[in-house]
C-alpha cells in the first residue's frame, strides 16, 4: 500500500538557521506532491506543489522543495528560518492511479527560537 | 473570499448522540473531503466526493455518514457518538481529487 514517511517529527531551530524536512513515499508511479502547513490553532494551508516539470518548486513564504524521483523524496527547505515558522508540516502524496490515493505524513513540528 | 467554512467551531456531545457537521465551499471546486486530525497520526480520511452526486469512504468511515447535498455543501454526521470520535474534524475541497486542497478551519469535537 502507499505510504508517506515523515521521519523526524520534532525539529527545533534558532531563528537564521536553515531547515530541510524529509519527506519519503512509497509509490513507483506518477505522483503529484504537496506540502502544507498547519500554524498553531489554525486549519492546515497549503505551501507548495509539484506536478511536473523543474523537480525545484518554490511556494510561499520563501519554501521551496525537491522532487527526486529516484530517492521518492520531496524535501521542504527554507535557508532562514523565522520564529513565525513555528507550525507543523504536513506531506501529501496523490498517486495518479486513477482511483483517489492522496495520502498525508503524519507531520513535523517544528519550534523556532527566537 | 470565504474558502470553505465549516460549521461548528467547538462541539461537545454525549457518548450515543447525534450530531452534523457542516461544511460549504464557495470557489466551486468539485471534490470535497473530510478528515480526522488525532496527535501523532497525522490527517485520516473519513469520506471524501469526487464530485456531486458522489461519495465514497475513505480510511477511517466507520461510524460516520455523509450527505453531498449539492456542489457547495458536504455535511458529516455521526450517528451514535463515541469517545473514540473525540478529535477535530476538517473539511477541505479541491478542484480536482489530484490538485491542492482548501481546508476550512475545523470542528473540535469532544464526546464525553
Known amino acids: 500500500a502507499q505510504s508517506v514517511s515523515q521521519h523526524n517529527h520534532h525539529v527545533i531551530l534558532s531563528e537564521a538557521a536553515s531547515l530541510e524536512l524529509g519527506c519519503n513515499y512509497s509509490?513507483?508511479?506518477?505522483?503529484?506532491l504537496f506540502w502544507y502547513v498547519q500554524y498553531p490553532g489554525q486549519h492546515l494551508q497549503l505551501l507548495l506543489k509539484?506536478?511536473?516539470?523543474?523537480?525545484l518548486v518554490k511556494g510561499i513564504k520563501g519554501f521551496e522543495a525537491e522532487f527526486i524521483k529516484s530517492k521518492f523524496s520531496f524535501n521542504l527547505r527554507k535557508p532562514s528560518v523565522q520564529w513565525s515558522d513555528t507550525a507543523e508540516y504536513f506531506c501529501?502524496?496523490?498517486?495518479?492511479?486513477?482511483?483517489?490515493?492522496?495520502?498525508f505524513g503524519t507531520g513535523t513540528r517544528l519550534k523556532v527560537l527566537a | 473570499n470565504a474558502g470553505v467554512t465549516q460549521t461548528p467551531k467547538f462541539q461537545v456531545l454525549k457518548t450515543g448522540q447525534s450530531m452534523t457537521l457542516q461544511c460549504a465551499q464557495d470557489?466551486?471546486?468539485?471534490?470535497m473531503y473530510w478528515y480526522r486530525q488525532d496527535p501523532g497520526m497525522g490527517l485520516r480520511l473519513i469520506y471524501y466526493?469526487?464530485?456531486?452526486?458522489?461519495?465514497d469512504k475513505g480510511e477511517v468511515p466507520n461510524g460516520y455518514n455523509v450527505s453531498r447535498l449539492n456542489k457547495r455543501e458536504f455535511s458529516l454526521r455521526l450517528e451514535s457518538a463515541a469517545p473514540s470520535q473525540t478529535s477535530v474534524y476538517f473539511c477541505?475541497?479541491?478542484?480536482?481529487?489530484?490538485?491542492?486542497?482548501?481546508f476550512g478551519s475545523g470542528t473540535r469535537l469532544t464526546v464525553v
Open positions: 509539484y506536478f511536473s516539470g523543474d523537480p
Open positions: 466526493s469526487a464530485s456531486e452526486g458522489t461519495t
Open positions: 509509490y513507483g508511479g506518477t505522483v503529484n
Open positions: 477541505a475541497s479541491s478542484e480536482r481529487t489530484d490538485y491542492g486542497y482548501t
Open positions: 501529501a502524496v496523490n498517486a495518479l492511479t486513477g482511483t483517489y490515493k492522496y495520502i
Open positions: 470557489m466551486n471546486h468539485n471534490s
